[in-house]
T-cell receptor
Framework: TQLLEQSPQFLSIQEGENLTVYCNSS?????LQWYRQEPGEGPVLLVT?????EVKKLKRLTFQFGDARKDSSLHITAAQPGDTGLYLC???????FGTGTRLKVLA | NAGVTQTPKFRVLKTGQSMTLLCAQD?????MYWYRQDPGMGLRLIHY???????AKGEVPDGYNVSRLKKQNFLLGLESAAPSQTSVYFC????????????FGQGTRLTVV
């Protein structure tokens, strides 16, 4: 049983569409991180959210940490083919990772 | 910059064989981790270490052992490989936890037949 559940598990969208990925847990985390992994590579950090309710933006990506620090979301505006990859959330206590969301953006 | 280096990159084992995966980092990080990644399962933590000479169990430690004799190296051992251990294994390191970035190696693809 994984502590962090992500939804959806798979997502295939057209270029230019918006999307949201969710990361949920029954546990409280002091902080959460989001990583992106491309085929044949290890995950690479996108952002760390620390404060409940915090919102961080990274170009077209918006990350939010839930008020109760049990959940987080990743919103991508106007998705591009370069956004294709596996998106993983991680609780920074023991670096437990979520189940992952595999995103494919079609040109 | 080397970062985190895993060896080997690929390996095929027969059931019952043993092997050791090596992870080396050159960033002077205190924390090191071993994960396995299976289709649809994200990353699952096998064992981790918070410093030289220390190790601790993660989510899925059974069938694996680890050692951290030197700060820069973290070894993952399989004493008697089983087909269920077929997976991609990732090593990671971080300066400390929480809130710091974890840096990953490129993975070891292990097949047990």
């Amino acid at each position: 049983t994984q502590l962090l559940e992500q939804s959806p598990q798979f997502l295939s969208i057209q270029e230019g569409e918006n999307l949201t990925v969710y990361c949920n847990s029954s546990s409280v985390f002091s902080s959460l991180q989001w990583y992106r992994q491309e085929p044949g590579e290890g995950p690479v950090l996108l952002v760390t959210v620390v404060t409940g309710g915090e919102v961080k933006k990274l170009k077209r990506l918006t990350f939010q940490f839930g008020d109760a620090r049990k959940d987080s979301s990743l919103h991508i505006t106007a998705a591009q083919p370069g956004d294709t990859g596996l998106y993983l959330c991680a609780g920074t206590y023991k670096y437990i990772f979520g189940t992952g969301t595999r995103l494919k953006v079609l040109a | 910059n080397a970062g985190v280096t895993q060896t080997p990159k690929f390996r095929v084992l027969k059931t019952g064989q043993s092997m050791t995966l090596l992870c080396a980092q050159d960033m002077n990080h205190e924390y090191m981790y071993w994960y396995r990644q299976d289709p649809g399962m994200g990353l699952r933590l096998i064992h981790y270490s918070v410093g030289e000479g220390t190790t601790a169990k993660g989510e899925v430690p059974d069938g694996y052992n680890v050692s951290r004799l030197k700060k820069q190296n973290f070894l993952l051992g399989l004493e008697s490989a089983a087909p269920s251990q077929t997976s991609v294994y990732f090593c990671a390191s971080s300066y400390a936890a929480p809130n710091t970035e974890a840096f990953f190696g490129q993975g070891t693809r292990l097949t047990v037949v």
